[in-house]
């Protein structure tokens, strides 16, 4: 209010006094001047870890460590009373700037305002009071002066594109930026790490499919010229007979993905997912011990301005309406009732919105019909030779635009939705956030993907009684190979889109917008006469102001948890999806970093011991992923019809015949009038066409209903999504049983740590009586050597007791300076 243009900052610095208290309420551990030894491992695994160190010396990151990595201090929550335990050589640097922030943030969260049953900076900010609050960077990423602070460190040995080769330097991530955005970059390596495997595996499986194309019995019958299978019309009037041999290159392309070892690689991705899930919860343990989160009580959280707003404003109606004491009123809070309407809005806009998605779907569907329909009628050879690659392309095309506009559209109702729930602490209103937003991407983006995998195809009927939609038009079809190869163009084209359009495109390129807009505007704002102030270096303040504030880590898991389920759901039917993610992940970690180290103002640290609700989330996908990949293999791909045929209806146990074995007889006299073909040239030769299904030939008593061999199959498509489902399950319960979620040396360290503890303690203790035993010996030799008389001894005497109580007053007030 005092200036009269430009902005104004305020620096807000927390002296020894305040650090102190602050880290005494909020328990924060600090290390004591106690060293221990961390136990080595021993034998092989020692030489193992020593080779693979010297192995991966060039990927290690360039930052400062430890002196003794195999010393750790100890740590326990620091006390005032016992500041004498703790190890401080400098005050000013005892709090490290991460600590700093924290306590700050902390004390101006909880700071009451002017207005009253207001709480601290979050409700400033809310009421447009002040702009923003954060805490500053250690200075300057770029720039050739020899002071290198943590930034340049971080910048130069991790948020480079040029470092993507390097290990993260974890324990100097969490030391600038907190625990909560360090256990993140750790899951996000681990995952990469993860990949690595599963992408190598999937290859192989590729490879298999390629190499083994030639071999394929079916492939071979399928594109023979000699077979000379008449197919039936693909559509009515429009559509002539046509050579199955014609379909050869989809059949063989098919093959790629459907053959053997893609149960192979199902069942291995199930069990990836659980030795992924496992080895992180270690890992999560691991860096508790180290970064010291064992024991991290949940802090009582201070409830969020908006919460507090609408809890006034209840308060407020209710004083209006009856006069009742304040302590009932001081105990009020927000009930079920106050939230109806929220909860109502929630559930009727999240139905809302996965309506919307499957309108799409079934818009995208509509357009492939009537699309596929009008291509047929082009007089253009061409054209209508391509129509299935042409309908195919464009509309996964389509589908890939409606995910990427809806997704946005998605993020934004979510939060909205539950800023209206209004939830009462930040933890709670992330949760919920997290939730819906996961449901609403997860509908969008697997949707489209569904469809493909469990419904198309499967509606169509047969000749002479085909189901119709759209005033006459047919339902879609598989392509004669099956619609795993449709699965996997669909699967592979959306992924692939969302992680470069959506996590690279839209990463880089929004923020970059931001930035000019916000800029552009400053400029207009400011007066003129600022300018000749501008002649100066900006301060750090001015430069952390001009970047964009941080939002939270909910989006950057997000992409990677639906690129997680695009990995483990469907990877039956495209085994390179690992391969892809993996190329993705070694550009995001490092887009990441860039972005938090260089684009972003430095978040609030956070103490956090685990990732929370996310580990929810990708143990529940991993789940799912057993069910869908067993129904993908049982109901979308050819392995089970192929598996039945060969060991049941083969005459000498080959694959030969199985073409043959899979399509039905259909009578062409049958077909309803008005639906054959037009002006076919060879319409007089052909008496029967075939289709693919399972059904009675039109001679048979029963002709065209389904036959005994189409129940066979039917059976053991069920019977294979049971048998794979529980021997998947079983083995991941024996993965995760086999390893144990707290590594044996850090479980040692933990109860090592307690007993160290408990000595140290004892020790100090005792040394803390010994002083104090000095002290009174020291005054007892005096009292003797001074005694002359009975009035002197009773001066003495009092003197004694005078001194003794300052001998403690002294050794407390000794021990505080220190």
């Known amino acids: 209010q005092n200036k009269s243009q430009g902005l104004s900052f305020v620096r807000i610095h927390a002296p020894w006094q305040v650090l102190s208290r602050e880290a005494e309420l909020l328990k924060i551990k600090m290390p004591t001047k106690k060293m221990y030894e961390i136990t080595e491992e021993v034998g092989i695994l020692k030489t193992l870890n020593e080779i693979w160190c010297k192995l991966t010396e060039p990927l290690q990151p360039q930052v400062p460590q430890q002196e003794n990595t195999n010393m750790k201090s100890l740590s326990y929550p620091f006390s005032r009373e016992k500041i004498y335990l703790y190890n401080i050589k400098d005050k000013d640097t005892f709090f490290d700037n991460a600590t700093r ?16 049953n207001n709480m601290g900076i979050g409700t400033l900010i809310a009421n447009n009071v002040y702009d923003a609050a954060y805490p500053l960077h250690d200075g300057e990423y770029e720039g050739q002066n020899d002071d290198m602070n943590e930034r340049k460190i971080l910048y130069r040995e991790w948020a480079r594109y040029g470092a993507f080769y390097k290990f993260q330097p974890i324990d100097l991530i969490r030391k600038y930026f907190g625990e909560k955005i360090g256990l993140y970059f750790a899951w996000l390596g681990l995952y990469t790490e993860f990949l690595i495997p599963s992408s190598v595996v999937g290859i192989i499986v590729f490879l298999y499919g390629c190499i083994t194309i030639e071999s394929d019995i079916p492939s071979k019958e399928m594109c023979d010229q000699r077979n000379a299978f008449t197919m039936c019309p693909l559509c009515d009037k429009f559509c002539d007979y046509w050579n ?11 093959h790629l993905f459907d053959n053997p070892a893609t149960v192979f690689f199902s069942i291995f991705m199930a069990l990836w997912a659980t030795m992924f899930l496992e080895q992180w919860k270690r890992l999560q343990m691991r860096l508790s011990y180290f970064w010291d989160l064992t024991g991290l009580e949940e802090e009582e959280e201070h409830p969020r301005p908006e919460y507090e707003t609408k809890l006034l404003e209840k308060k407020l109606k209710n004083k209006s309406i009856t006069t009742e004491n304040s302590n009932e009123n001081e105990k009020e809070k927000l009930t079920w009732s106050d939230r109806i309407p929220g909860y109502a809005a929630n559930l009727g806009l999240i139905l809302f919105m996965i309506m919307l998605t499957f309108s799409a779907v079934f818009g995208v569907i509509a357009y492939r019909i009537t699309t596929a329909a009008a291509l047929s009628f082009s007089t253009n050879e061409t054209t209508r030779s391509n129509v299935r690659v042409t309908v195919t ?18 993020g934004a109702v979510a939060k909205w939705l539950t800023e209206i729930e209004v939830p009462k602490t930040e933890k709670a209103f992330e949760e919920r956030l997290i939730l819906k937003a996961f449901l609403l991407k997860f ?9 493909v995998a469990f419904f198309k195809g499967r509606f169509v009927g047969r000749p002479g009684h085909y189901v119709y939609v759209f005033d006459g038009y047919r339902m879609e079809e598989c392509a004669p190979g099956g619609c795993l190869m449709e699965l996997c163009i669909q699967l592979s084209i959306i992924m692939l889109g969302k992680q470069l359009i959506q996590n690279n495109l839209f990463e880089i390129g929004i923020p970059k917008l931001k930035k000019l807009f916000r800029k552009l505007k400053d400029e207009r704002t400011e007066p003129k006469e600022m300018d000749t102030n501008q002649s100066k270096d900006p301060q750090q303040w001015d430069l952390d102001y001009a970047l964009e504030p941080f939002t939270g880590l909910t989006p950057e898991y997000m992409e990677m948890i639906i690129q997680f389920g695009f990995v483990t759901l469907f990877v039956a039917s495209f085994p390179l999806a690992p391969l892809f993610a993996l190329l993705n992940n070694i550009i995001e970690v490092r887009l990441d970093a860039k972005k938090f180290v260089t684009e972003l103002r430095r978040p609030d640290t956070a103490r956090e011991k685990d990732i929370g609700i996310w580990y929810n989330i990708l143990s529940g996908i991993g789940k799912l992923s057993v069910i869908i990949n ?20 083969s005459q000498n146990g080959t694959m030969h015949g199985f073409i043959n074995h899979t399509l039905s007889y259909f009578n062409v006299s049958h077909l309803k009038a008005g639906t054959q073909p037009e002006n076919s040239p060879f319409a007089q030769d052909v008496l029967f066409c075939r289709f693919k299904d399972y059904r009675e030939p039109p001679w048979s008593q029963n002709q065209y209903e389904f036959s005994k061999q189409y129940w066979a199959v039917l059976s053991a498509r069920l019977a294979f999504v049971i048998l794979f489902q529980n021997l998947v399950m079983f083995l991941s319960v024996l993965v995760d049983w086999m390893i144990p ?14 007993s160290v503890l408990v000595d140290f303690f004892l020790k100090e203790e005792h040394e803390k009586l010994k002083l104090i035993e000095s002290f009174i010996a020291r005054d007892k030799q005096k009292h003797k050597s001074g005694t002359k008389g009975k009035r002197i001894r009773a001066a003495s005497s009092c003197q004694f007791n005078r001194s003794q109580k300052g001998s403690f007053a002294s050794f407390s007030s000794q021990h505080t300076e220190v």
Request: hydrophobic share 45%; glycine share 0%; with cysteine.
């Open 443 to 451: 509908v969008n983006s697997y949707a489209p993907i569904f469809y």
């Open 741 to 754: 979620d707290i590594p044996k040396d850090i479980s040692e360290q933990i109860k090592k740590e307690k």
């Open 630 to 649: 067993a129904f993908v293999i049982a109901i979308t791909s050819d392995f089970i019809p192929r598996l039945m045929y060969q060991y049941a209806y």
């Open 101 to 116: 922030s924290r306590i700050v943030r902390e004390i101006l969260k909880r700071t009451s305002t002017k207005a009253r």
């Open 244 to 254: 199955l041999s014609s379909a050869c290159a989809t059949a063989q392309a098919s």
């Open 393 to 410: 392309a464009t509309a996964v095309i389509i589908n890939l635009v409606v995910i990427l506009i809806l997704d946005e559209i998605y």
